[in-house]
């Protein structure tokens, strides 16, 4: 699903903001990610200096809870690319839209610069989904994809946990975020065959 959802949407203004998502980031840090928090040149993003996201019909903006909520992640060249171009977009729609843009200074802004917040995210995503015919899933559940992913290729439990912005060292990232399936199980069997058994 997650291929032919983001093969189907490698075009779209949102792609960028989309490969944040599968990156693990909460949506609320893709939501509060600003320009300032991006190196394009590096490619790392710093992750959970701020949040934005609706409270009782309000938008509130924080820092992350915990010093390993604040977390500096390298950033794949794939999304590296996309921010890049991404950023060029936001350029030529302040251009176009003159004096009405807002220099907000976010990663995710509409087409006139006005930062967004987590409903707007998950309603564009959900068009996004639906374009391409693949089933609904919640934005938050690319965290959880993300992180099970990491953990089922071999990500040791603390980088996991730094990767999530969690301080337990991976148990509780791994006990909330990470949801193995059959798949998974039987790598775990062809471990066994071979190293084990074999």
Known sequence: MIHALLTGITDERLYAVCLLSLMGLRPAEVCGLRWSDVDLEVGTIAAGDNTRTLVDGEIEEKEAKSAAGKRGLPVPATVTKALKAFHTRQKKERMKAGEAYVNSGYVLVDELGQPQRTDWLRRRVYELMAK????????????????????TVGVTDVVLAAWAGHADGGTLAKRVYVHPDSSHLKVAAEHLETGLFG
Request: aromatic content about 10%; overall charge positive; some cysteine.
């Open 132 to 151: 391409v015919g693949v089933r609904k899933v919640r934005p938050y559940d690319a965290r959880h994809a993300c992180l099970t992913y990491l953990a």
